[in-house]
């Protein structure tokens, strides 16, 4: 833990619950696309890798690690509409409306987060969500005042793997990357870390398993609170 002097923390799956948060948001966003269309409905789930009945995404979807100009085109192709940064943008909007009505924490991330500020350590979110969408959820969860930075994929930096959003960090902060860390429990955080030359910690709190790849992490720990206790224990 000493070699750490900053962290950035994905946020779905790592301070926000994924599956029941973006569970029923997901499948709230698909309906008011397809509309009444039966059909796309079912499509869109298909390709989504979707399970409407317990509102629950299957490991292999795009939208668990992606963001909307990743999975997007998917959705284009489905309600023949063009791959445009204004379907996009309308994808996130849809997103940010269904987001906020489920909006559930991973446990007590500002009483975990707090625990860190009072550290020293300088914090941010980095994630494939909007950055809109990440401050208004930041914000719903108290979190706001805590972070030096909340970056998302439209944020300028490039999309998780790119390492642009960790080294935007680094250099924000004057901490040398080598000294960030960014906080994760997909293969995408994992590789955003690698390509920037940051440490990497991933967390078990995700909607899916990390044994596969949990080896090549710096760290492995249970969730956010699991880490922050790390910090805490006496030298």
Do not use: C
């Not at 946020?11 to 029923?24: A, V, Y």
């Not at 940051?198 to 880490?227: H, N």
């Amino acid at each position: 833990m000493n070699a750490v002097r900053a962290i950035l923390f994905d946020k779905d799956g790592t301070l926000i619950d994924f599956d029941r948060t973006w569970g029923p948001a997901a499948g709230g966003v698909m309906a008011r696309l397809a509309g009444s269309d039966a059909q796309v409905l079912s499509r869109l789930h298909e390709v989504s890798h979707y399970l409407a009945e317990p509102q629950l995404f299957l490991q292999t979807s795009p939208l668990i690690a992606g963001s909307s100009r990743q999975f997007g085109p998917l959705w284009a192709q489905v309600l023949d509409r063009p791959a445009s940064e204004a379907f996009f943008a309308e994808i996130d909007e849809l997103f940010i409306e269904e987001g906020q009505a489920n909006l559930s924490p991973l446990g007590r991330p500002r009483e975990a987060l707090g625990r860190l500020v009072r550290l020293g350590l300088p914090l941010g979110i980095a994630t494939n969500d909007s950055e809109r969408n990440a401050r208004i959820q930041a914000d719903l969860l108290g979190l706001t005042d805590l972070l030096a930075a909340i970056y998302g994929h439209d944020s300028g930096y490039g999309s998780k793997p790119l390492p642009g959003m960790v080294q935007a960090f680094a250099e924000l902060t004057g901490v040398p990357v080598a000294s960030v860390a960014l906080v994760g429990d997909t293969h995408h955080d994992l590789m955003t870390a690698r390509a920037a030359g940051a440490l990497s910690i991933l967390v078990r709190s995700g909607p899916g398993p990390i044994d596969d790849f949990a080896d090549e992490a710096d760290l492995v720990v249970d969730d956010v609170e699991a880490l922050t206790d790390l910090f805490l224990e006496p030298a």
